[in-house]
């Protein structure tokens, strides 16, 4: 899991920005089924389809059919994160980054000062 207070829509995003750089159009890595997504952010398969679902119809991830490494058979779908969704990711990051300085400068703030 990534974090217990990140949100389950952020995790899922944070997992496939690692694979944004594959061509998984013929073979794709386990962790881009819901299968591997949800094992990863430690959910189950249904929250995991739900939330996939939602980002799909959002427009921040994609999915096709895909071979999947060390798995023979049929192809399964693979997720893909979108620019928009790799444009949502950063921005979730960058005002994280923000929100942890001004915390650490309240923290910091010398009470004799105030």
């Known amino acids: 899991m990534i974090g217990n207070k990140t949100p389950y829509w952020v995790q899922v995003l944070q997992i496939l920005s690692a694979y944004s750089s594959l ?27 739900g939330i996939l679902n939602k980002l799909e119809e959002d427009g921040l991830v994609s999915r096709n ?4 490494q060390n798995l023979e058979g049929r192809r399964r779908n693979a997720y893909h994160i979108t620019h928009q969704g790799m444009a949502a990711i950063n921005s979730w990051n960058s005002k994280r980054v923000t929100l942890s300085s001004e915390t650490a400068q309240k923290i910091l703030v010398d009470p004799n000062d105030v």
């Open 23 to 49: 061509d998984t159009e013929m073979i794709a890595p386990n962790t881009t089924t819901q299968e591997g997504i949800a094992a990863a952010a430690g959910i189950t398969r249904p929250h995991a389809t």
């Open 65 to 68: 059919l895909a071979h999947i």
